[in-house]
């Protein structure tokens, strides 16, 4: 019913001018038009939408200890499912009983004043709705009278204390197992897809949204500018759909590659980056026109965030959630592993797994700054601040200053200090990572770095310019400093400090535990 109207005006194939078209589907108005949306028709939408989903994840459980109150979840689900139906069963018979109607006027090819009214009639959308509100109703209705015959088959209630003599396990034959501890496994599984559906939705509402400007407006959706051109489809457009769409359909089976509650964090951060880089470099396009006059005007149209930021952060939130899982699931099972291993070596000292640790942390408090070097060299050819003019200058800062191989610049002293702070604290650290003044100068260096980050977007860099175009249009403007793909790898090498301080100040806290046994 996104598609096929509930009502709908005849088209009118005579001679134009021809009146307005009424066009009412499952959203209120014309197919994916959200300004004539209508809200009680979106509220019935978004419980369809959540009565589904929770359909699929709610299924009555053999173990209620592992579950809060899965009857009464259930329970409620159906109610929920029934008052639905009845809240969807008024909508159409509102709609139904009060026909949208359009008065109109306007003048023909000869000048003649003419008008009409437009009355809407039901379609086949609304045979659609009809069945979509029944099965509803039989759902919830399933719902309820499963929970009766569920409650009837627990043994020492209804018709279970006439029978005492019934096994158990026959009683309880429909009801299906929950396994231990495979919740945050689920959870993993499923929160990609919520990512997924993110970016489907996004192809309709827009990222960004220049507003009424008529024939020059400027949308950009999940799949580029509209309207949709291959020719737009750069990398930073198809690489989200492409991480979204592989973790989606690698989160069933998760558990088979080592580092995929990594990776899916990695793929969300990487997302709430890339978001950052967007809204701090807005989509623009230049307009010309021509006045009464004569005379040619050129503007910007500027396009600005929307409505679709909002699914991009759901989206980015879910796939951090799905690798926390992840990380929380496996470390279950490593956890019942490490038990299993410490039953097997009960005589193992327990100074050997203390120091193993030790050692294990002091080697990633070794290769952690190695992880900043390589940032570092990899913003020698990424910007970290860029204008993203292309018209008139352009600033681009890289980790040597206004130094780029494409066009020149300046070494500026404040990036080589930071250059050989990074670089020689990472070779120093390859004798020195044990000790504890390494340790305090890695957060503190870490913390440098990021106060200068506040500091670049607090007070960003600028330069006022003017010039002509080849027909001696003037035009010219101001230039400001954004924050671009090198910030973020800059915020990477930061936290790789920090994480190597962290490694270091764990590594020395940890101390053999002896045991004392009494008398």
Request: hydrophobic share 50%; proline share 7%; aromatic share 8%.
């Amino acid at each position: 019913m996104l598609w096929v109207p509930i009502c709908a005006s005849p088209e009118d194939t005579s001679e134009s001018p021809h009146p307005p078209r009424i066009i009412v589907t499952a959203l209120g108005g014309a197919p994916f038009d959200l300004e004539e949306a209508r809200m009680p028709y979106i509220l019935v939408a978004l419980g369809v939408f959540a009565c589904a989903a929770s359909a699929l994840l709610l299924t009555v459980r053999s173990q209620p200890d592992m579950h809060p109150w899965p009857d009464v979840v259930a329970r409620m689900w159906s109610v929920g499912t029934l008052f639905l139906s009845l809240c969807a069963f008024l909508v159409l018979a509102e709609l139904l009983m009060n026909l949208p109607t359009i008065m109109w006027d306007a003048v023909d090819d000869q000048g003649r004043p003419i008008f009409g009214t437009v009355v809407a009639q039901p379609s086949m959308g609304a045979g659609l709705w009809l069945i979509g509100c029944l099965c509803l109703l039989a759902a919830g209705v399933c719902g309820l009278l499963g929970d009766v015959r569920r409650r009837r088959a627990v043994p020492g209630s209804g018709t279970a204390l006439r029978d005492e003599a019934a096994p158990v396990h026959h009683a309880n034959s429909r009801i299906t197992p929950w396994p231990r501890g495979n919740r945050t496994h689920r959870l993993a599984q499923r929160l990609p897809w919520v990512a997924l559906a993110c970016w489907v939705l996004m192809i309709w509402v827009p990222l960004f949204d220049s507003g009424d400007h008529g024939d020059d407006r400027l949308t950009v959706t999940s799949l580029g500018r509209v309207p949709f051109d291959l020719a737009d489809l750069t990398s930073e457009i198809i690489l989200p759909w492409v991480v979204v769409l592989v973790c989606a359909t690698t989160a069933k089976r998760f558990d088979t590659f080592a580092h995929w509650p990594l990776l899916s964090v990695a793929a969300g951060v990487g997302l709430f980056i890339q978001q950052a880089t967007m809204v701090t470099d807005l989509p623009r396009e230049r307009v010309t026109s021509t006045d009464a006059a004569g005379e040619k005007l050129s503007a910007f149209i500027v396009g600005y965030p929307s409505e679709g930021h909002y699914l991009w952060t759901i989206g980015c939130l879910a796939l951090v959630a799905a690798g926390i899982s992840g990380l929380l699931s496996d470390r279950r099972r490593i956890d019942r592993q490490r038990q299993r291993q410490m039953q097997r070596q009960a005589k193992r000292p327990p100074e050997k797994i203390i120091r193993r640790r030790q050692r294990k942390l002091q080697q990633l408090a070794r290769l952690l700054p190695f992880i900043a070097v390589t940032m570092w060299i990899a913003t020698i050819f990424i910007p970290v601040v860029d204008s993203f003019n292309g018209v008139g200058p352009r600033i681009r800062l890289t980790s040597l200053g206004d130094l780029t191989f494409d066009d020149g610049g300046e070494m500026l002293p404040p990036f080589i200090l930071l250059w050989a702070i990074v670089v020689g604290f990472a070779a120093l650290g390859l004798g020195f990572a044990a000790d504890q003044w390494w340790n305090v100068a890695a957060v503190l260096i870490a913390a440098l770095i990021v106060l200068i980050f506040v500091a670049i977007l607090l007070n960003p860099p600028t330069i006022m310019w003017d010039g002509q175009l080849p027909d001696g249009t003037p035009i010219g403007g101001m230039e400001v400093g954004r924050p671009s793909f090198g910030f973020g790898l800059w915020l990477i090498g930061a936290a790789s400090l920090a994480a190597a301080g962290i490694c270091g100040f764990a590594a020395n806290a940890q101390r053999p535990r002896h045991t004392v046994e009494g008398a």
